[in-house]
């Protein structure tokens, strides 16, 4: 499993070196709308429905503002905005590298 060996805030991004040497930047408002939470993504029930969350996908002058390693699988960072509450599994950072 890949994981981030160095994590850096500069300016409006933070930028991951990965044990495998590849490097990924997130800008901090595309990292905050893509925030694996459920105050973003909402909760399913058990039929499936979403509850809760919202659509929103642009958070212009959002930044993050800290960062902390969450056990051996995921980073959890602290927003301008306050959000502080997703946990980013390295694979699903991973994910959005690949999408960004």
């Known amino acids: 499993m890949l994981t981030p060996v160095d994590v850096q805030i500069i300016g409006s991004e933070v930028a991951l070196r990965w044990s495998d040497g590849r490097e990924t930047y997130f800008p901090s408002g595309r990292l905050r709308a893509a925030s694996p939470s459920a105050e973003t993504q909402g909760e399913r029930d058990i039929l499936g429905q979403r509850h809760g969350g919202h659509e929103r996908r642009d958070f212009p002058g959002v930044?993050?503002?800290?960062?902390?390693?969450?056990?051996?699988?995921?980073?959890?960072?602290?927003?301008?905005?306050?959000h502080r509450t997703g946990l980013y599994s390295y694979e699903y950072l991973l994910q959005l590298a690949d999408q960004m």
């Not at 930044?63 to 306050?82: I, M």
């Open 63 to 82: 930044t993050v503002t800290g960062w902390e390693r969450v056990g051996n699988y995921a980073l959890r960072f602290d927003f301008s905005d306050g």
